[in-house]
């Protein structure tokens, strides 16, 4: 095998780092591949570390321990942060998008994989830390952003039904209110789904009263697994109380007019005030 010089090393490092965000990588793995000493390869990284915080493009991280080794976190700088879903709430804002009911078209949006990549890297890197075993949502318009989530943590994605599937085993069935008038209705997750101890991250599209995401917390309860967090795409302001508190969202919709088809949509406070903050400095 001819030898591989640093330019070559960086170029394929970054690709199988960035490909598999969160996955923890041994130098024993680069040595292997690359046939260069330990010694080497940290340099390598060392340099990959600089140039990842020079231009905002993620965290590298260094994990030690006997399973440990260097690991790529996509970590948006807040200022980036803010200014995409800025940009998401100006497109949310058009006339046209306003259903019946208060309501948000965002199906045409939640299809666009650069935008919903953007979502899920700025959610999972609230929650790094919280380590989740998965991401929970429900179906069906939840699933891009949860999907996009579950990749930058590198963990599963578990989807919760509005009914049992015959292909999907012995289910778990509970009740659970949804909207704002209260009316009740049923979710459903395969007992096989996940595991009892584990901790879940759940993600959704929209929250109005907070219904749908009591329920899936109430669904982790049945199979004893820690809730580590709970964040959805966009929120309405109002009903101020919902049915569940500490629910972080990327955006909030202070107002909507169904007679001209169009709504009032801000960055959420903590994402503002986060990007100030790091301005000031």
């Known amino acids: ?33 690359f046939g260069a000493a330990k010694s080497t390869l940290s340099e390598d990284i060392d340099i990959l570390r600089g140039v990842f915080a020079q231009f905002h493009l ?16 996509p970590v948006p700088s807040p200022e980036e942060a803010c200014r995409a879903v800025r940009e998401l709430a100006q497109m949310l804002a058009a006339p046209g998008r306003v259903l019946p009911g208060g309501f948000i078209y965002m199906a045409d949006i939640l299809a666009m994989p650069d935008v919903v990549e953007k979502m899920g890297t700025i959610i999972a890197s609230q929650f790094y830390r919280a380590e989740p075993d998965f991401v929970l949502t429900m179906e069906t318009k939840g699933i891009p952003v949860a999907m996009m989530t579950a990749r930058a943590l590198g963990v599963p994605m578990v989807i919760v039904r509005r009914d049992s599937k ?23 997750l395969s007992r096989r789904a996940v595991k009892e101890g584990q901790r879940a991250l759940i993600v959704d599209d929209f929250m109005r009263a907070g219904g749908t995401a009591r329920g899936m917390v109430d669904m982790m309860r049945e199979f004893s697994v820690t809730v580590v967090g709970v964040c959805v795409l966009i929120a309405t302001q109002e009903p101020a109380k919902k049915r569940l508190d500490g629910v972080k969202s ?5 107002s909507t ?5 169009t709504a009032v949509i801000r960055p959420a406070n903590w994402l503002c005030a986060a990007a100030e903050k790091a301005a000031a400095k």
């Open 1 to 33: 095998m001819d030898r591989i010089r640093r330019n070559e090393r960086l170029a394929a490092m970054t690709r199988i780092l960035v490909e598999s965000p969160n996955k923890i990588f041994t130098l024993g793995t680069f040595c292997d591949m």
């Open 58 to 73: 993620g965290q590298l991280d260094t994990v030690t321990g006997a399973a440990g080794g260097v690991r790529f976190r």
């Open 257 to 261: 007019d169904e007679s001209t088809g």
């Open 250 to 254: 990327l955006l909030v919709i202070d």
């Open 166 to 188: 015959v292909y999907e085993g012995p289910a778990v069935n509970i009740n659970y209110l949804a909207g704002s008038g209260g009316r009740v209705e049923t979710m459903s």
